[in-house]
């Protein structure tokens, strides 16, 4: 999936609601708010010393033009003028080092701040809301809104403010100096800036277009190129050809309109621009020449339009910088806004008084559960009903299997289990209790669950098992290792449990990761195991190691099992199978394959003939 640009994200109108909405960031400045008042006074400071700089440069260039003096009056001005630019430059420079210095400190603690209640609040969001949504998607997007309010804070908010300051205080000295010159300019200068500012703008959506178009031609490239086998297959060259070829046409119709748009804009450039700046300039010397005006009148003049004009350029992109940033802020703030889970942060008070781990549950769990007449859809599906009618129950220490086709609802019954989502209707009780009224930490605290992908975080074997228990000790994490068969290869390897995993680490094999997940159970000590499809995709020798040792992590807990080779679940306590929803039988292996046109019977049948 492609990054999310910032050039890409929508502006947000500036008016007083979303305004007010975006001030609230302003709360994550917290404690480092009095460095970002400072920094204001700076900037102030390089607005008006900036505004300073024209006058004493018309002073200075106007020197050269001027013959009423001695030359030695005239050195005395030029080198008093010098100096006094030197010092207007040192200030400036100082200035602009500490407003940079204190905004980008400011900017970069409150991002921290933003990032930190952003993933806080990401990480807390219940399932539902990552089923209804593209994950990558979302995490591009919060990270292109979080580096667009970055730039502004640092960057657009200064500069808009700076050349506002030019140009309200620019045209305001240049109308104090001569109100019919600043009347001319005023006709001339803002209408060709505001105009060139949207020229531009056309021409930059033009080149977006191309470059939209480029990317669909790239697409068809790839596209084809990957799937090669199936377009020679279905001899579909030709079809492809002509695919590409119109994409490509479409690239030279946009690219020679937006040729035009910008030979035209350098012509109005050119010409206008030129035309109205030849215009001013005449007008000025003719002012003085007539005597109306001082040559350091006429230079500084000609410097403050220059200023205001730059300024009048760039003010609408430091804008459209703000109106982004606002509507980023929106984002970011409507993210943290979401309903959250109930998981508490906090770590459980140990006995000794110390932070304990929140995970450990203060009471163990005996590991009883119930459903009863469960009915569920997911939210995102509503129409759809996936569980219907369910009822059953596993007293302490029992092992239910749950069998039964592809999509009958398995593992959304360890979903709800987990209370990823809620039931619609029925109740799940565990221990005597409905499961509703367990906080989530507690409940989840007693349970574990190993998938049948094993996700590995980035870093050690050792720290990828201690995922199970925060603080466990190397001790307590080897005889975790043991008893999940996985201490054998651990050790195997040359830097054994400081072994680096995932992406930047070793690559471990299905049933290798499978064992670090059961260790990781081993150390959890849940009292209710999930297991889902443990063993389906190992090949026989590592299925024998996993299923050796989930034997033993299974015992003295409450576990349930998705198996869809029956051969593993002989031995459970209680089969449940499932269809479409509904439990269609359930009793022990003999009880099940008694039953002679039973569903059990006939899957069980045909995993025999398979295998
Ligand atoms: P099983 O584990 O038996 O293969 P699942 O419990 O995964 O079946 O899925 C049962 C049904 O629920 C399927 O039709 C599936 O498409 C649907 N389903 C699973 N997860 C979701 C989800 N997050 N959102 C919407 N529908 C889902």
Redesign the pocket.
């Known amino acids: 999936m492609a990054a999310i640009k910032k050039e890409d994200l929508p502006k947000a109108k500036l008016n007083k609601e979303s305004l007010g909405k975006a001030t609230r960031i302003f709360r994550f400045i917290g404690p480092h708010k009095w460095k970002f008042f400072i920094g204001m006074v700076f900037l102030v400071g390089t607005g008006s010393t900036g505004l300073i700089f024209p006058k004493l440069m018309g002073n200075l260039m106007g020197l050269i033009g001027k013959t009423s003096a001695s030359n030695e009056e005239l050195l005395h001005v030029a080198n008093t003028v010098g100096i006094q630019l030197l010092i207007l430059f040192a200030f400036q420079a100082v200035f602009s080092f500490f407003r940079v210095v204190l905004f980008v400190n400011v900017t970069e603690n409150m991002l921290a701040s933003l990032r930190q209640a952003t993933y806080d609040r990401l990480i807390r969001m219940p ?2 809301f990552f ?2 949504r593209q994950v990558s998607e979302l995490n591009s997007r919060v990270s292109a809104d979080i580096s667009q309010i970055q730039d502004t804070f640092t960057t657009s908010i200064a500069e808009f403010i700076r050349q506002s300051m030019i140009l309200i205080g620019g045209i305001g000295i240049i109308c104090f100096t001569s109100w019919r010159l600043a009347l001319v300019m005023l006709a001339i200068i803002p209408v060709l800036a505001i105009f060139a500012v949207f020229f531009g703008r056309k021409i930059r959506k033009i080149s977006k277009g191309i470059q939209d178009n480029v990317a669909d031609s790239n697409i068809i490239v790839g596209e084809t190129l990957q799937g090669i086998a199936n377009v020679k297959a279905f001899t579909n060259e030709k079809y492809e050809n002509e695919r590409y070829k119109n994409t490509t046409l479409e690239i030279v119709k946009e690219a020679i309109k937006g040729g035009i748009a910008r030979g035209s804009f350098f012509s109005f450039i050119i010409f206008c621009l030129g035309g109205g700046i030849v215009y001013l300039i005449y007008y000025v010397v003719k002012m003085k020449i007539d005597g109306d005006i001082q040559p350091e009148e006429m230079m500084s003049f000609l410097f403050y339009t220059v200023m205001v004009a730059a300024s009048i350029g760039g003010l609408p992109e430091q804008y459209a910088q703000i109106q982004r940033a606002v509507g980023a802020t929106e984002r970011v703030f409507d993210l943290l806004d979401e309903e959250v889970e109930d998981i508490r942060l906090t770590p459980n008070p140990s006995p000794k008084g110390e932070g304990g781990d929140s995970r450990q549950p203060a009471v163990r769990f005996n590991g009883e559960v119930e459903f009863q007449n469960i009915s569920f ?5 509503k129409d ?1 009903q ?1 569980l219907k009618n369910i009822s059953f129950s596993a007293k302490k220490g029992e092992t239910i299997a ?1 069998v ?12 709800l289990i987990l209370r990823f989502y809620n039931p619609d209707s029925g109740k799940i009780i565990i221990d005597g209790k409905n499961a509703l009224d367990y906080s989530l930490t507690e409940l989840r605290s007693q349970m574990a669950i190993v998938p049948q992908d094993v996700l590995l975080f980035g870093g050690s074997i050792k720290e990828n098992i201690a995922y199970g228990k925060s603080g466990a000790t190397l001790e307590e994490i080897k005889d975790a290792a043991r008893k999940a068969n996985a201490l054998d290869f651990i050790e195997s390897f040359p830097e054994k449990f400081e072994t680096k995993v995932g992406e930047r680490g070793i690559q471990l094999s299905g049933g290798q990761r499978q064992r670090i997940a059961i260790a990781r159970a081993v150390l959890k000590n849940p009292s209710i195991l999930l297991l ?2 443990a063993t389906s995709s190992l090949d026989s020798e590592s299925e024998r190691l996993v299923q050796e040792a989930l034997d033993k992590l299974m015992e003295g807990r409450t576990s349930f099992v ?1 198996a869809h080779r029956l051969s593993t679940i002989r031995k459970a306590d209680k089969i449940i199978v ?1 269809d479409k ?1 509904q439990v269609k039988e359930s009793g022990t292996h003999e009880e099940l394959i008694a039953i002679t046109d039973g569903l059990y019977r006939s899957l069980s049948k045909l995993q025999f003939e398979l295998n």
């Open positions: 399932m539902s089923s209804s859809s997911y939210p995102s599906r759809f996936v749950i039964g086709p592809s999509g009958s609802g398995k593992s959304t019954m360890t979903n889902d499809e998705i499932i929803g």
